[in-house]
T-cell receptor
Framework: QQQVKQSPQSLIVQKGGISIINCAYENTAFDYFPWYQQFPGKGPALLIAIRPDVSEKKEGRFTISFNKSAKQFSLHIMDSQPGDSATYFCAASIPNTDKLIFGTGTRLQVFP | ETGVTQSPTHLIKTRGQQVTLRCSSQSGHNTVSWYQQALGQGPQFIFQYYREEENGRGNFPPRFSGLQFPNYSSELNVNALELDDSALYLC?????????????FGPGTRLLVL
């Protein structure tokens, strides 16, 4: 019940295309859903986050779509660029704690 | 504003040894969390420190222990190292008291146990 399931494991997108990564959770008590971007040899960096009281959040080319009833959320990267090539992790937070439960990651490769 | 820093960047130990990893939190942050990230996996929560006390722990054995100091920096200690402890160890800092604290990660310490 504490898991966050992430798919796909890897994704190849052409420059200018849309990258979509999906996550699903079971614990309805989760109250914060961040996405992290990680480059090789670096720590994860917060990309964008959403709370369950909104269905969508957009920041630049990055959008989170949140479906509370389906217990799913997704990251959309519009106009994908080669510089977006990295591993992306979704996560969920347990209420009243800072503990993050991470998905297994999606390796995104954007080709010119 | 300084970010989260960790030391050392890389470390090689042998099975059975002990290791200490260090983390300096981002300026103004009072909470430190530690995560273990095995190769090709997502980070796994080890524990969190707030006001120098452990404030939550994941599914890790007692040989994983930590400290937080008055300046909010932190140490992760691992005793009796096992081969499976080889991983990237990440420290994340946040500011407790805000509505859903955002965690900022350091670059990690890569530990190899031989």
């Amino acid at each position: 019940q504490q898991q966050v399931k992430q798919s796909p494991q890897s994704l190849i997108v052409q420059k200018g295309g849309i990258s979509i990564i999906n996550c699903a959770y079971e614990n309805t008590a989760f109250d914060y859903f961040p996405w992290y971007q990680q480059f090789p040899g670096k720590g994860p960096a917060l990309l964008i986050a959403i709370r369950p009281d909104v269905s969508e959040k957009k920041e630049g080319r990055f959008t989170i779509s949140f479906n509370k009833s389906a217990k799913q959320f997704s990251l959309h990267i519009m106009d994908s660029q080669p510089g977006d090539s990295a591993t992306y992790f979704c996560a969920a937070s347990i209420p009243n704690t800072d503990k993050l439960i991470f998905g297994t990651g999606t390796r995104l490769q954007v080709f010119p | 504003e300084t970010g989260v820093t960790q030391s050392p960047t890389h470390l090689i130990k042998t099975r059975g040894q002990q290791v200490t990893l260090r983390c300096s939190s981002q300026s103004g942050h009072n909470t430190v969390s530690w995560y273990q990230q095995a190769l090709g996996q997502g980070p796994q929560f080890i524990f969190q420190y707030y006001r120098e006390e452990e404030n939550g722990r994941g599914n890790f054995p007692p040989r994983f222990s930590g400290l937080q100091f008055p300046n909010y920096s932190s140490e992760l200690n691992v005793n009796a190292l096992e081969l499976d402890d080889s991983a990237l160890y990440l420290c994340a800092s946040s500011l407790a008291g805000t509505r859903k604290e955002t965690q900022y990660f350091g670059p990690g310490t890569r530990l190899l146990v031989l």
